[in-house]
Structure formats: structure tokens, C-alpha cells
């Protein structure tokens, strides 16, 4: 009797690249955030607003980034276009360091080529009459710009990623596979307060950009040793072929062309009610996840007082993203429901994305029970951070589910411009009511100035991913594969 052949498991080392690629991915996301309050708005005098505003525009440009960067993906390669991806992203990384020198230059005539000099004449011209608000506005502009730069990289992120997905692994492990490489968001997030602000500290926040920016490049190199299409993989063997392309055949049967064939342009993409139903699963979650990744730092120093160096600033963070890890466990709710009730991908995921619309309710006692001690928030918004990562896992998948192989990129591009609009109104929009509730001492809910700004943020929050769920089930009720 032959023994069956068993299978390689290449696919799961082609999931660890893409979870070491997020890591590195939110630690860049994560150096403006832990550095922007304690360090560089004091030497910029920059305000809420001014935060908001970058935040704001690095959301913008990331959307509209991720409409092209699918296309330019799918037509590129998963290869090619996540190397070009994390070059850019990796190279607007490390030019937020030269902000400082190059702020220096234009507002008070001097390049000089060294952190520690330019810092030191910003000091200088702060008894210059006019020059706080030339140095305040030249320097947003140039952080602007480093900004555009980093966001247009990673809008090639998870259209890669979600690509790679859909290459290597069935339909029924594609949301516990996102799920995996998806959590390295929260092992950078747990991984930055421990580092980027005593990086910041210790060697200026300059330092801290340019060490994360490096570790892009180093991933880049491995990943160019790494990666191969799963039939021309030498590390694939047929056993593990077939079980990554065991759907061809029901897919064959729908009219589907799973490995190559038919293009659409990132237009033609809003053509469909299956790409409208996973940017309304992004529009309003995705703003909540970007608000908690570039404000829950400001949030424990503005209200309890800890600044992101500070033991507890750390630990605060660190306990948020730690919590989040939980969406591990998650992300696989949905498979044990396809694989349980024999049911589809799609109904299989909204029956685990309901129970995961449910947690983010908590929010709305966020500042409430942070009267009684700051631990009470961090565990919260963790819980909500879970409940996050565990709704993005999925609706990643919805694309790749119910679209050919060929047009997941670009897609996933399209579904994400709601993902950048959603974060811009979120940040931009939380530094104005921020410095609107601070100015006019808003008071709403018991609560005053900007914990009453926050009041509202996570009460808004709270409803988000339920109000989303209900437009996606409106809009696509059952599984319905699409026939280009």
C-alpha cells in the first residue's frame, strides 16, 4: 500500500513573514504616537489640532493610496509589490528624523547637519518675535510630508497581505491565517512603549524613527528569499498544493478564475455590492482601531497624568495591546463555525463578527469607570482592541471569499479607501473637538473640557462595529460569489 504524501507546511512560513512585516508596520505607526506628546510637541509647540492635522492627512493620502496600490499590486506581483510597499514605507520612516534639521533650516536660516544642533537653535529662536508660529507651522508641514511618504507604502500593506493569503492558504483557514499575521499589529504595539520612548529619551526622538525605519529594509532583503508563488515553490510540495487549492474546483464550477486571468481597474471595483459591504465593514471600525492606535497614549498622559516614558504611561499601553491579543483566539471563531456547522465562508463570518460587534459596546463606560482608577479604561479599550483585530481579520476575508484571486488586490485597495477616510475623520476630528471642548470647557456626561471630548469619541465608538455589521448584512444577506 503507498503511504499518502504528507504535506509541507511552506504556507504558515509565508504567514510569519506577513505577521513580521505588521510588526514592524505598527511600530513605525506607533513612533509619532509614543513620541509626539512629551517630545516633539514641546520643541514644535504643537497642538491637539496640529496632531490631528498630520494624523489627519497621513489617513487621507492612505486611502486614497490603497484605491491604486491594489491594482498596482495585482498587476505587479505579491512579490514585487509588497518589496516596493515596505521600501517606501520604510524610507518615509526614516525621514520624519531630518524634520527637526529641516525645520531648523527654513525657520531660522541655519542647516545645520546634526539633531542635537538643530534642537538646540529651535531653543534659540523661541525668544524671537514671530518665530513660535513659523517653527510650529513649518515643522507640521514637514512632518506632513514624511507622512505622505510612510502612508503610501503601507497602503500596499494588507493588499499585499490579504493577496498573499488568498495564494497560500483555502478559504476556511484565511481568516485564522489573517488572524495570525494580523496580530503582529498588537506584538508592535506591545513591543513600541517599551522601546520608542526610551529610544526617544535616551537618544533624541529622532533615533527612535530611524531604528524602526531600518528594520523595514532587513525584512525587505528576507522577504525577497522567502516568498515564490505556491506552484513554483520548491518548498511546496503537491500534497500541500492540493490542500491550498482545494476550492478550485467549486470555484470553477461558479465561473471563477482563481489563478489569473481578468483585471478591473479600482473603478470598476465600487461596481459591486460585495465591495460596498466590506467598506462599510471598515469605514466606521477601522476609524475607532486608528483613533485607539494614535491616541490612547495622549489619553493616559492628558487625563491620568503619565507621560509615555513614565512606568505607568508604559505599562498602560502595554496592558491595552496585550489585552488585544485575545483576537487570536477570535479570528478562528469564525472557521469553527464553518467547519462545525458546515455552513459558508460568508455566513460563517458575520456569525463571528456579531459576537465581535457586541464587545466594542464597553466603550461606552470608559470614562465612567476610569473615575475609580486608570486600569478600568486600559482594560476596556484592550477589550475593544481585541474585538477589533478579531472584526478586521474577517472582513478582510469577505474579498477574497467572494472575489478571483487575481482582483483580491485591488479590491482590498478599494474596500480601503473607506478604511483612510475613516481614520482622517476620526483623528483630524478628535484634535478640533479636543481643542473645542478644552476651549470652551464643553461639559457633557458629568464630564468637562477634553475628558468630555473623550466622552463622546467612545461613545461613538461603542455603537461603530454593529451599526457596520447591520450595512453588511443589509447589503450582502447571503454568500454570493462574483462573476466578472
Known amino acids: 500500500m503507498v503511504q499518502a504524501e504528507r504535506k509541507t507546511n511552506y504556507r504558515w512560513i509565508i504567514c510569519g513573514m506577513l505577521f513580521c512585516a505588521l510588526v514592524v508596520n505598527y511600530l513605525d505607526r506607533q513612533v509619532l504616537s509614543l513620541t509626539w506628546k512629551d517630545f516633539i510637541a514641546p520643541e514644535f509647540h504643537w497642538s491637539d489640532s496640529d496632531y490631528g492635522t498630520i494624523t489627519g492627512v497621513f489617513s487621507l493620502v492612505y486611502a486614497v493610496g490603497m484605491l491604486f496600490a491594489g491594482r498596482f499590486i495585482d498587476y505587479l506581483g505579491t512579490k514585487k509589490g509588497y518589496v516596493t510597499a515596505i521600501a517606501v514605507w520604510s524610507t518615509g520612516a526614516c525621514l520624519h528624523a531630518f524634520c527637526g534639521i529641516l525645520t531648523c533650516g527654513i525657520a531660522g536660516g541655519d542647516l545645520i547637519f546634526s539633531f542635537t544642533g538643530a534642537r538646540q537653535r529651535l531653543i534659540e529662536l523661541q525668544g524671537v518675535a514671530g518665530s513660535t508660529l513659523i517653527i510650529t507651522t513649518v515643522s507640521v508641514w514637514m512632518f506632513i510630508i514624511a507622512r505622505v511618504v510612510l502612508s503610501v507604502g503601507e497602503a500596499g500593506n494588507f493588499p499585499c497581505s490579504i493577496k498573499a493569503v488568498s495564494e497560500y492558504f483555502p478559504k476556511k483557514d484565511r481568516g485564522f491565517a489573517t488572524g495570525i499575521f494580523n496580530s503582529g499589529a498588537q506584538i508592535g504595539a506591545l513591543v513600541a512603549p517599551f522601546t520608542i520612548p526610551i529610544l526617544a529619551r535616551r537618544y533624541g526622538w529622532e533615533a527612535a524613527f530611524l531604528a524602526i525605519g531600518l528594520l523595514g529594509y532587513v525584512w525587505m532583503i528576507a522577504w525577497l528569499y522567502v516568498y515564490k508563488r505556491p506552484d513554483a515553490n520548491p518548498h511546496v510540495n503537491s500534497a500541500e498544493l492540493k490542500y491550498i487549492n482545494q476550492d478550485s474546483a467549486d470555484d470553477e464550477e461558479s465561473g471563477r478564475d482563481n489563478a489569473g486571468g481578468e483585471h478591473i481597474s479600482p473603478l470598476r471595483a465600487f461596481a459591486f455590492r460585495q465591495t460596498w459591504a466590506v467598506i462599510f465593514g471598515r469605514f466606521l471600525p477601522d476609524s475607532v482601531w486608528w483613533f485607539l492606535l494614535f491616541w490612547a497614549p495622549a489619553f493616559i498622559s492628558e487625563v491620568y497624568g503619565y507621560s509615555s516614558d513614565s512606568p505607568q504611561g508604559m505599562f498602560g499601553v502595554f496592558t491595552i495591546y496585550l489585552i488585544s491579543m485575545l483576537s487570536l483566539a477570535g479570528s478562528y471563531l469564525p472557521t469553527f463555525f464553518i467547519n462545525r456547522s458546515r455552513v459558508n465562508p460568508y455566513q460563517g463570518r458575520m456569525r463571528g463578527m456579531l459576537i465581535f460587534a457586541l464587545f466594542p459596546l464597553l466603550g461606552s463606560l470608559v470614562m465612567p469607570a476610569g473615575r475609580a482608577s486608570m486600569w478600568f479604561p486600559v482594560v ?105
Open 380 to 484: 476596556i479599550i484592550g477589550i475593544m482592541a481585541a474585538a477589533h483585530q478579531s472584526w478586521s481579520a474577517n472582513v478582510y476575508n469577505v474579498v477574497s471569499d467572494m472575489f478571483p484571486k487575481a482582483v483580491v488586490a485591488t479590491v482590498t485597495g478599494a474596500a480601503g479607501l473607506a478604511s483612510g477616510l475613516g481614520s482622517f475623520m476620526s483623528n483630524k476630528g478628535a484634535g478640533l473637538l479636543f481643542v473645542y471642548a478644552d476651549n470652551i470647557n464643553l461639559s457633557f456626561c458629568g464630564f468637562e473640557g477634553k475628558q468630555a471630548g473623550y466622552m463622546i469619541v467612545f461613545l461613538i465608538a461603542s455603537v461603530a462595529y454593529l451599526l457596520s455589521w447591520c450595512v453588511m448584512k443589509l447589503l450582502v444577506p447571503k454568500y454570493k460569489l462574483v462573476k466578472l
